[in-house]
Antibody, heavy 121, light 107 residues
């Protein structure tokens, strides 16, 4: 499986953005997926998780209420809807697949290349 | 949230050396710990999962161990390709956390 993120860009504070993570094959539907982000100052930060069927979701406290994770298994794609953007959301956003089918908590064996989100007035 | 304290933040070593990097969890995470290698401009790459299991395709000079809530990544006989930044990650709960990273530099 390969993962390709898209949707990053430069956006003003308070605006919204939707990131996408497209998987290369249909085994996507059997794996939980995560979003993580990285900044030089804060390092790697876990952002959100969604179970293989979309029934379970969880978020980091820093993004709860502003970020929404979702997936469309018919399109082999996961999304991260980001609203009320803040300057501190500036980061490279990665999607990642877990190692084991149907597990939610697992190591990340495949990562996308990352998409940069810059929040600037 | 579970905090992961990783040390050292920077490590200088030479080709052929053996180095260790440590992560300490703020509470019990069983063995749900992974280690990643990251090179500049690239995504992290999984090296070890479940504290000590080597990911397929990773050279055997990488190894992981655990003592309670303290976890160690050991790299034996350093190769030029090993100079990178290393992160630990706990995945004991939905809310996962990463260590702050260790930059391994050439001495």
């Amino acid at each position: 499986v390969q993962l390709v993120e898209s949707g990053g860009g430069v956006v003003q504070p308070g605006r919204s953005l939707r990131l996408s993570c497209a998987a290369s094959d249909s085994t996507f539907s059997t794996y939980a997926m995560h979003w993580a982000r990285q900044t030089p100052g804060r390092g790697l930060e876990w952002v959100a998780v969604i179970s293989y069927d979309g029934s379970k979701k969880d978020y980091a406290d820093s993004v709860k209420g502003r970020f929404t994770i979702s997936r469309d298994n018919s399109k082999n794609t996961m999304y991260l809807q980001i609203s009320s953007l803040r300057t501190e959301d500036t980061a490279v956003y990665y999607c990642a697949k877990v190692r084991s089918t149907f597990w939610v908590n697992d190591a990340f064996d495949i990562w996308g290349q990352g998409t940069m989100v810059t929040v600037s007035p | 949230d579970i905090e992961m304290t990783q040390s050292p933040s920077t490590l200088s070593a030479s080709v052929g050396d053996t180095v260790t990097i440590t992560c300490r969890a703020s509470q019990n995470i069983n063995s749900w710990l992974a280690w990643y290698q990251q090179k500049a401009g690239k995504a992290p790459n999984l090296l070890i999962y479940k504290a000590s299991t080597l990911q397929s395709g990773v050279p055997s000079r990488f190894s992981g161990s655990q003592s309670g809530t303290e976890f160690t990544l050991t790299i034996s006989s350093l190769q030029p390709d090993d100079f990178a930044t290393y992160y630990c990650q706990q995945y004991n709960s939905y809310s996962q956390t990463f260590g702050q990273g260790t930059k391994l530099e050439i001495k």
